[in-house]
């Protein structure tokens, strides 16, 4: 198993959606809408959407909102038609950037993230210019006091995952993300909670960054676009030290 930690980042970001409430839950409304309109409004035969409905959970989001936002998904009742989209670019220092979005307007969204982007000092790039940079996977990051490491090793390859990576803080799990619903499947049945699963943008190569400035500007670039209404994720390859 590769030596490979992801678990500094994912933390970072938890701390800031934390303290963004009301985001969080607008993000998981929208999510929920789409997952139940792609996938049914059953969670028993829809991973994603039974993942997403246990991120409400956590994140203490009223049952009455999920149901709502399930209802809309199906049709069941009127709401706003979103569409998924992603934008690439670049930050300072070459570092490449997937933003992935959920909106209603797409001529707002592609302002928005292009004026982020220029105001930190990037630049909004054409599509396919940077997501090869990136792998395209679902991810599973599992906490290590939740399962011994050959176990997982030999339970998620049985599932259909592809690699299984290992820190001092846990594993991580990735999977072609046609294969995500089923190693969500196998992951719940051996009673395992990930600290964070979702279908990703995993950096193939990294971009070192020493310079602080540069470290500071790209912190700032990161929260400007996580602050817009319509992104959802952003996933990007710089490595600070």
Known sequence: MAKHNKWSKVKRLKAVTDSRRGKVFSRLSRELTIAAKSGGGDPAGNAR???????????????????????????????????????????????????????????????????????????????????????????????????????????ALEAGADDVLTTDEGYEVRCNIHAFDKVTHVLEGKGLKPAHAEIAYIPATTVPVADAATAQTLQKLHDALDELDDVQAVFSNEETG
């Open 49 to 155: 959407l039974r993942t997403l409905m246990l991120k409400a959970r956590e994140a203490n989001m009223t049952a009455d909102s999920v149901h709502r936002a399930i209802q809309k998904g199906t049709g069941e009742l009127p709401g706003v038609t979103f569409e998924e989209i992603t934008y690439e670019g670049y930050g300072p220092g070459g570092v490449a950037f997937v933003v992935a979005v959920t909106t209603d307007n797409k001529t707002r969204s592609a302002q928005d993230v292009r004026s982020a982007f220029a105001k930190h000092g990037g630049n909004l790039a054409s599509s396919g210019a940077v997501a090869f940079q990136f792998l395209h996977a679902g991810q599973f990051l599992i906490p290590r006091e939740q399962i011994a490491e050959d176990t997982l090793l030999e339970t």
